[in-house]
């Protein structure tokens, strides 16, 4: 078994221990493969910690642990990581911040975070926030892939 077999079989079983209720040993899994796995593994274990974290009202942990998903080589959990992190950043008040996470999340191509990237910025735009590229029917276009 190689040793990305074994990163992602943790992860697994992480996600699994959490469905199971058991949030504390789930947490502490994730923490361990994301300081330690593999970078591609890390970006997927700090996503699902931040998860984890945010179920819990963790918000502060939360945002680090997305942040760090999004600075590590898995695009999939870049993506999922920037548009948890944009709507976290949103709802405190950082307006400029959340921006560019869903700006990430929207441009990242993901079949899942880009529409709701573009969905939410499209609601941050609509209640007056800035929008550098343009205005909401814009982003909104970009993220659900119309032109």
Do not use: W
């Not at 079989?9 to 221990?17: E, F, G, P, Q, Y």
């Not at 984890?52 to 942990?61: A, F």
């Amino acid at each position: 078994m190689s040793s990305s077999d074994v990163d992602d079989l943790a992860i697994a079983v992480a996600k699994n221990t959490y469905e199971k209720g058991d949030i504390a040993a789930a947490e502490k899994m994730l923490r361990l493969i994301a300081a330690e796995g593999r970078p591609s593994a890390a970006g997927l274990a700090a996503f699902n910690l931040g998860v984890v974290l945010e179920s819990r009202g963790n918000t502060r942990d939360a945002r680090q642990a997305y942040r760090m998903a999004v600075d590590l080589p898995n695009p999939d959990a870049t993506a999922m990581a920037a548009l948890n992190l944009g709507i976290i950043l949103f709802y405190e008040g950082d307006i400029e911040q959340a921006q560019t996470f869903l700006t990430v999340a929207m441009e990242s191509g993901h079949p899942e975070a880009a529409p709701k990237g573009a969905f939410n910025l499209g609601g941050l735009l609509a209640r007056g926030g800035p929008y550098r590229g343009g205005d909401a029917r814009v982003a909104a276009r970009g993220g659900l892939g119309s032109s």
